[in-house]
């Protein structure tokens, strides 16, 4: 349980020269990121999904951002893991978990309709 906790409150390290920026969090290339979810270790990686608009830097258009690492202090941002392009979910991708099922990473979200 200290593991996954650990994962939560602290999620990675961005250096910047900016003393407002956190120095050990998780962060977004650009714009609005939210609500971790979907943590999972999986082939020898951590990865983090979070709540995450690729269009504004405020809360809105909600999609699922995707960062790995073998660390947990410097993280790796891939492309967007979930994106609201279903009927189900055209409204936005909310919290979820991320689960192992027969040896596969599988995602289970709520989407809004």
Same mark, same amino acid.
């Given at each position: 349980m200290l593991l996954?906790?650990? $994962?939560?409150?602290?999620? %990675?390290? !961005?250096?910047?020269?900016?003393?407002?920026r956190p120095q050990y969090h998780l962060m977004p290339v650009?714009?609005? $990121?939210?609500?971790?979810? %979907?943590? !999972?270790y999986y082939n020898g990686y951590y990865h983090m999904f979070f709540q995450y608009n690729p269009n504004a830097a405020v809360w809105g258009d909600m999609h699922w951002g995707h960062c790995y690492s073998k660390d947990m202090v410097h993280w790796i941002h891939l492309p967007i893991a979930l994106a609201p392009d279903q009927s189900y979910d055209i409204n936005g991708i909310f919290t979820g978990s991320t689960t192992i099922v027969d040896g596969i990473p599988t995602i289970i979200y709520t989407g809004i309709t």
């Open positions: 996954f906790t650990s $994962l939560i409150i602290v999620f %990675g390290a !961005v250096r910047t020269d900016d003393p407002l650009k714009n609005w $990121l939210n609500d971790p979810n %979907g943590p !999972v």
